[in-house]
């Protein structure tokens, strides 16, 4: 199948009006997934800005309310309208919710109460709107007003437990990126798509209440399951699954200082042979092709010396050599892609997942991620860059007035 | 495989639930009533995505080969199976005990069919001929052996919905590369930002690009039937994991592509559990009362430095000139955690917590699955796990959806199901097979 090329169709979210008044990363990942598909996305942002935009890195080291990068990644294709809330929010909030059809909003139920901006009466007040409240613990319970961040979502969730090393000396380690509010996001995301399509059926909008720490609860792969069954807690163990019991590193260091992922499976004896072969190519196999080593029992019993053949056999190789003839051969192995690794992958130019964004005169064209999904029937809007702060206000007062 | 020695015994108890009114078929309701899909999905990922159509009522039905079980069926994670890895399996598994594939699996109906005898094929087509949507995750090339093509599809159904999953998409020179969670965790750079500067990469402990791929395909899945729901057009759907992943790295992506950042030589990359940006400092998972007991701890300004020195004591370091501001805490870290870690050690890990949180500090345990199924009383009054009934495993706790809706009614209706246990509805009273056939099918293996 050939990459789909956009086609005739309006991107889904065309036509939709969304506000979102959000104060971290996650609401504003959802703002962006709508925008991307089409919707008309105004994020209201106090008098200083989101505070977002205080968050480095900056581009080119130039620290402004317009040059944070983690603004820009999770703004684009939005308009930004001030909107001073201490001064009413219901009233300053009006003129945007007249019409719109999605409001995202992250503030947590004290701050709601302080600002008198109460949910349910937004609800009955706009019956077709749909308000996707995303907060770190829910909007009801014993912990919705307990502060939060990226790295204690993640303890309090689950998902912290199972990362780290295989010296449990070390604490666990918090896993790259602001995953704890990117799982939030997903959820709220398809909260949203099941409120639309609820909307369809009936034309009534709803209140979501979306926690991050839910979110995060719910999003441990074998974690629970190995709890509600099994009745054990899962172990951390160095950039592999958490198990209730310790296993064999899955991480192997290669010549170019890479690394790359590759799970013995010794029960597989299909995988197997295929690694002994490869081995046997490079003159690495030593006594892996003795007929011995077809037992599975065997290879059990010398899982030891098997695994430091094959750390021997990566640690002569560059990580890409082995990762695309590991592949070729039909393994699933991966390479540890460093982030700057990515821009040079023939993979992804080839599906031209990368995508340029005008940032303007100053900045000129900058690369960003592309879609997490495609479709034939219809394609994304293109990418604009995020906007200054205030720099659609005057506009939407026009059209407010218009 | 081998016929099990188990086998009589195994069909008896698919009858019996098959027979059960409690577990029988029945009309949904929710947004996606009078959706039915096709769905080949296996594995976490694929069935992870599919459940979000069933759990807002979508009738959707899995199609399974009795010769060649979902692995999350057969996994050792079962009652009584105790501390094993998942790759400690049993020679002969109860494909009807298996949790993972119960815990995926809710609210799906599930049918065999035997693609290998063109009987089954046929069958296949009939009820692709009758549902809307059609999903899969196999590896490149399968659905194509079969026939079963975008295009193909169309002819079955009016404005198919077509979702494919995999981790490196359906075009480019790697569409056929193998892949599962970890790998591509790997490929998309995520596990390369994980982990303590000057170590090799912590990474991640589950295959976190296995959940959130398929929460993706699933948000997929529900644009494209509110956009046919719209415009009455349907779609492909083409959903690569690896991508989804890069999109998740976060704002170090732009710091590479905009400011040239080289992240693999670099002494202070990754930030362990650091973070850049703001300078937050006491910003750390540190060591409590018990073993292998940890609280995450958050400081982002003045007001949080000092609440978390009045709660620890007013220690007389907390006093002392590098400590004495944001900035400084921040370029005095490594002290700085290990003293904020020598007075946390002591302490019980949720008195902790929920001091430090009165006082208005971010902070969390590190909660284990036990912690947070069985001492969480802001997860337990959310009412997101939840419990339901299944024949083999009896009673068994769920995952649901961390989402309150204030109108939308979610119906967990049934457990997963056991294998075929739905063949003789969804073939003779959906597709129309008269009982002779469905018992000749039955007979000869296709189904």
Redesign the interface.
């Known amino acids: 199948?050939?990459?789909?090329h956009a086609a005739g169709?309006a991107a889904?979210y065309a036509g939709l009006k969304v506000v979102e008044l959000a104060e971290d990363?996650g609401g504003e990942f959802l703002g962006r997934?709508l925008a991307e598909?089409g919707a008309d996305v105004i994020k209201a942002e106090p008098p200083a800005g989101s505070p977002t935009r205080?968050?480095?890195?900056f581009?080119?080291?130039v620290e402004s309310p317009d040059t944070s990068?983690?603004f820009?990644?999770y703004n684009s294709n939005k308009r930004s309208v001030v909107v001073d809330l201490e001064k009413g929010a219901e009233a300053a909030l009006a003129p945007l919710l007249a019409g719109a059809d999605i409001f995202i909003v992250t503030l947590q139920p004290a701050r709601l109460k302080a600002l008198d901006l109460d949910l349910?009466r937004l609800?009955a007040r706009y019956p077709r709107l749909i308000i996707a409240s995303m907060t770190p613990?829910?909007?009801?319970?014993?912990?919705?007003d307990?502060?939060?961040?990226?790295?204690?979502?993640?303890?309090?969730?689950?998902?912290?437990?199972?990362?780290?090393?295989d010296d449990?000396s070390?604490?666990?380690?918090?896993?790259?990126?602001?995953?704890a509010y990117?799982?939030?996001t997903?959820?709220?995301?398809?909260?949203v798509?099941?409120?639309?399509?609820?909307r369809?059926?009936?034309g009534?909008?709803?209140?979501?209440?979306?926690?991050m720490?839910?979110?995060n609860?719910?999003?441990?792969?074998?974690?629970?399951?190995?709890?509600?069954?099994?009745g054990?807690?899962?172990q951390?163990?160095?950039?592999?699954?958490?198990?209730?019991?310790m296993?064999q590193s899955?991480?192997f260091?290669c010549a170019d200082?890479h690394?790359?992922?590759y799970?013995l499976?010794l029960?597989d004896t299909r995988a197997w042979n295929v690694l002994v072969e490869w081995m046997d190519e490079m003159g690495l196999a030593a006594m892996l092709t003795d007929p011995e080593y077809q037992d599975i029992k065997f290879r059990q019993d010398n899982f030891h010396q098997i695994q430091e053949l094959v750390e021997c056999f990566f640690l002569v190789q560059d990580g890409h050599d082995a990762y695309l003839e590991g592949?070729r051969r039909?393994?699933?192995?991966?390479?540890?892609?460093?982030?700057?690794?990515?821009?040079d992958d023939?993979?992804?130019q080839?599906?031209e997942?990368?995508v340029k964004v005008d940032m303007g005169p100053e900045?000129g064209e900058?690369?960003?991620?592309?879609?997490?999904?495609?479709?034939?029937?219809?394609g994304s809007v293109p990418r604009r860059r995020a906007p200054r702060l205030g720099e659609h206000t005057s506009e939407f007062l026009e059209d407010v007035a218009a | 495989m081998g016929q099990s020695p188990k086998a009589a015994e195994r069909a008896v108890a698919v009858a019996a639930a098959a027979a059960d009114p409690a577990r029988r078929p029945r009309s949904s309701f929710g947004?996606?009533a009078g959706v039915r899909v096709a769905d080949f999905c296996w594995m976490?990922v694929g069935a992870c995505a599919t459940r979000?159509l069933g759990d807002?009522g979508a009738e959707v039905i899995r199609i399974e080969d009795r010769n060649r079980l979902d692995m999350p069926r057969v996994l050792?994670?079962?009652?009584g199976?105790?501390?094993?890895?998942?790759?400690e399996?049993d020679p002969d598994p109860d494909p009807n005990a298996g949790?993972?594939f119960n815990?995926y699996n809710r609210n799906k109906l599930g049918v065999t069919i035997n693609m290998r005898d063109p009987r089954g094929r046929a069958l296949c087509e009939r009820l692709i001929a009758s549902s809307s949507v059609v999903t899969e995750n196999f590896a490149p090339g399968v659905m194509e052996r079969w026939g079963l093509t975008?295009d193909y599809i169309r002819t079955l159904t009016p404005n198919p919905i077509m979702a494919r999953m995999s981790g490196?998409?359906?075009?480019?020179?790697?569409?056929d590369?193998?892949?599962?969670?970890?790998?591509?965790?790997?490929?998309?750079?995520?596990?390369?930002?994980?982990?303590?500067p000057g170590?090799?990469?912590?990474?991640?402990?589950?295959?976190?690009m296995?959940?959130?791929a398929a929460?993706?395909?699933?948000?997929?899945l529900?644009?494209?039937?509110?956009?046919r729901?719209?415009?009455g057009?349907?779609?492909?759907?083409?959903?690569?994991a690896?991508?989804?992943g890069?999109?998740?790295?976060?704002?170090?992506?732009?710091?590479?592509?905009?400011?040239g950042?080289?992240?693999?030589d670099d002494p202070n990359y990754?930030?362990?559990?650091r973070?850049?940006?703001?300078n937050?400092a006491p910003?750390?998972?540190?060591?409590v009362r018990g073993e292998?007991r940890?609280?995450?701890?958050?400081v982002?300004d003045e007001a949080g430095w000092a609440a978390l020195v009045a709660e620890l004591g007013n220690p007389d370091w907390a006093g002392e000139a590098r400590f004495a501001t944001q900035a400084r805490r921040f370029e005095h870290q490594d002290a700085l955690d290990a003293l904020v870690g020598e007075a946390t050690a002591t302490r019980e890990r949720y008195d902790l917590m929920h001091r430090l949180?009165a006082r208005?500090?971010?902070?969390?345990?590190?909660?284990?699955?036990?912690?947070?199924?069985e001492h969480?009383?802001?997860?337990a009054?959310?009412g997101?796990?939840f419990d339901l009934d299944h024949p083999v495993?009896g009673r068994?706790?769920?995952?649901?959806?961390?989402?309150?809706?204030?109108?939308?009614t979610q119906d967990y209706w049934r457990s997963a199901p056991l294998l075929g246990e739905d063949n003789h509805y969804v073939f003779t009273e959906l597709l129309g097979l008269s009982e002779d056939e469905y018992q000749t099918y039955a007979a000869e293996g296709v189904i």
């Not at chain 1, 997903?186 to 909260?191: K, N, P, V």
């Not at chain 2, 973070?275 to 703001?278: G, I, L, Q």
């Open positions: 199948m050939a990459a789909f169709s889904p990363v997934m598909m205080a968050l480095g890195p581009a080119k080291h990068l983690t820009w990644l349910d609800s613990y829910g909007l009801t319970g014993p912990w919705a307990y502060r939060s961040s990226n790295l204690v979502a993640l303890a309090g969730g689950g998902p912290l437990n199972m990362c780290g090393y449990h070390i604490p666990p380690i918090n896993p790259g990126g602001d995953q990117h799982a939030a997903a959820f709220a995301h398809i909260g798509l099941v409120a639309l399509l609820h369809q059926q009936t009534e909008g709803q209140l979501l209440d979306v926690s720490h839910g979110a609860a719910v999003n441990q792969e074998l974690g629970n399951p190995f709890w509600f069954y099994n054990v807690n899962v951390r163990q160095t950039c592999r699954h958490a198990q209730p019991v296993t899955a991480m260091a200082g690394y790359v992922y799970t499976i029960g592949q039909g393994l699933p192995i991966g390479i540890m892609n460093t982030p700057e690794d990515l821009l023939e993979h992804l080839a599906r997942f990368f900045q900058i690369l960003f991620p592309g879609d997490s999904y495609r479709f034939s029937a219809f | 947004p996606l976490g979000i807002f050792p994670i079962y009652k199976a105790g501390a094993r890895n998942y790759g399996g949790g993972l815990n975008y490196f998409g359906h075009s480019g020179p790697h569409a590369f193998k892949s599962y969670g970890p790998v591509v965790q790997a490929v998309s750079g995520l596990s390369f930002i994980s982990g303590l170590r090799e990469p912590s990474g991640w402990g589950l295959s976190y296995d959940n959130m929460f993706y395909n699933g948000a997929a529900l644009m494209a039937i509110y956009h729901n719209q415009t057009e349907g779609t492909e759907i083409d959903v690569s690896i991508e989804a890069i999109n998740l790295l976060g704002p170090i992506l732009l710091d590479v592509t905009v400011n950042r080289r992240t693999k990754p930030l362990g559990n973070v850049e940006y703001p937050a910003h750390g998972v540190y060591p292998d940890w609280i995450a701890i958050s982002f949180q208005g500090v971010a902070a969390a345990v590190v909660q284990t699955p036990e912690d947070v199924n969480d009383p802001q997860l009054q959310s997101v796990f495993i068994a706790r769920f995952e649901g959806t961390p989402i309150r809706f204030s109108k939308t």
